[in-house]
């Protein structure tokens, strides 16, 4: 039997693009418009961002935007296929949920592919925001175009 992985998440950081770009990369089902995806990156540089590392690689990240003192957003995050299900994920989002109740945020929320769209990739990504505590609120069939339809998903801090 292995030896058990050293799990870690560290943040909020500057300045991180570099670092979450091949994280980004390594998912294309997720992040395969080239676009986008180079917004992202600037974003994560400018953005507080918190990164997961397994035995001192880095292997997940989060980012987050505040739209008011009350309400923030996962406005990107990524974690490497070979670490899904070792709880970089999980311990991302906790670190970023204690940051922003350390700052009265009160609400924290993340848009993702409606159920509308058969994608099963997302149907797991809705299912991990779901066991982390995200709850459903509304769908925005044309925000992101009507071949993507968006759901925004919410949790109180």
């Known amino acids: 039997m292995g030896a058990e992985l050293k799990l870690s998440a560290r943040g909020p950081l500057l300045g991180q693009g570099a670092i979450c770009a091949p994280i980004l990369r390594a998912l294309p089902d997720w992040f395969g418009v080239e ?5 992202y990156i600037a974003d994560i540089d400018t953005l ?12 997940g990240f989060l980012t987050l935007k505040q739209h008011t003192p009350f309400a923030a957003e996962i406005h990107v995050m990524g974690v490497r296929p070979e670490a899904h299900h070792r709880g970089a994920g999980r311990a991302l989002v906790e670190l970023a949920e204690a940051y922003l109740r350390e700052r009265g945020v009160e609400y ?40 993507n339809p968006c759901l925004q998903m919410i949790k109180g801090l």
């Open 48 to 59: 507080p961002t918190f990164l997961a590392e397994l035995d001192g690689a880095t292997v």
């Open 108 to 147: 924290l929320q993340v848009k993702t592919l409606s159920p509308a769209h058969p994608d099963t990739g997302y149907a797991r990504t809705r299912a991990f925001y779901a066991a982390c505590g995200f709850r459903p609120l509304q769908e925005f069939p044309e925000l992101w175009g009507p071949e």
């Open 35 to 39: 676009e986008a995806t180079r917004q």
